[in-house]
């Protein structure tokens, strides 16, 4: 009889740590499909979401549907990330709306869909220098300002997290075979952009100098580099290309990241900092 009862406190100790009650999380892209997955993740366990984007009007509806669900405990905030004087009075709005930011998650990121007819620009030659400097602004500068700020408030306060959102083409190069179009000439071929994959590997370096930099100040940071989710828009060919990349035969369902984005930024990860945790599938071990 002991030996259950020092089972089930065990199991409810461990349980609590994941246990996010009252702790306010901020979320840049937040109007995107990831955004408001993680903020679902943090909600789940009674957090609470200032959730950031620069499209207010598609932040307002993620944040009215967020809303509905988790019973206002949700607040949407349109920010240019790589405005450094907006982000400073943003964050003293949410701390004064909010309270204390204990969580950062830099989701937001530059992944353009090259329209038909102008696949040729995503190539390395044919690349404008503009959208080069544009991806790296918001996926690295913005993640970089975004930490600076937030997570020099959370060093003075002797806690926090900071959790970069990668990619698993943070890990590997991109497999451009699986972009490829029939009837096309190999110079106008589409392929995966450059900057995507290049600022998702500066996003990792970031995650590892962080970590190191505040590690006596009880600020953790780690990243998390997913593979692609599936949706029902994705040609057949593309995921079939996809899919017979990765050992489990399979994208990710939307909702698969959740628990590791939960137990990245609660006390669940406590001796964890500097990690790039990969959910792919399998796909960067082939």
């Known amino acids: ?42 909600l789940s366990v009674n957090g609470r979401v200032a959730l950031i984007d620069i499209n207010e009007r598609a932040l307002g509806l993620k944040v009215k549907e967020l809303n509905r669900k988790y019973s206002n405990k949700i607040r949407g905030y349109k920010l240019d990330i790589t405005d450094e004087g907006n982000i400073k ?46 991806d790296f602004d918001v996926g690295v500068t913005g993640a970089f300002l975004m930490s600076r700020i937030i997570g020099s408030l959370m060093a003075k306060n002797k806690k926090g997290v900071i959790l970069n959102i990668a990619s698993d083409l943070g890990v590997i190069a991109p497999d451009q075979r699986i972009y ?37 100040k009880g600020v953790r940071v780690n990243s998390i ?38 137990f990245l930024c609660s006390d669940a990860s406590s001796y964890m900092t500097g990690a790039n945790l990969v959910i792919d599938g399998g796909r960067t071990v082939w």
């Open 89 to 134: 009075k943003t964050v003293r709005k949410i701390i004064s709306e909010m309270g204390s930011i204990a969580i950062l998650i830099n989701n937001a990121a530059n992944d353009a869909k090259v329209e038909r007819g102008l696949e040729k620009l995503t190539r390395l030659e044919n690349l404008p220098l503009s959208v080069w400097h544009k």
């Open 1 to 42: 009889m002991a030996a259950n009862k020092l089972i089930l406190i065990m199991k409810n100790n461990i349980l609590e740590k994941f246990n996010l009650k009252n702790t306010v999380c901020v979320i840049t892209g937040g109007a995107g499909l990831f955004g408001p997955k993680h903020a679902e993740a943090i």
């Open 180 to 216: 490829q179009k029939n009837k096309l000439n190999p110079g106008e071929q589409p392929v995966k952009s450059v900057s995507y994959s290049v600022t998702k590997h500066a996003l990792i370096g970031l995650t590892k100098y962080l970590a190191t930099y505040w590690a006596d």
């Open 225 to 262: 580099s997913p593979g692609g989710i599936f949706n029902e828009g994705l040609s057949k060919d593309f995921v079939a290309k996809l899919t017979n990349l990765i050992p489990m035969g399979r994208m990710a369902d939307a909702d698969e990241y959740k628990a590791a984005i939960l």
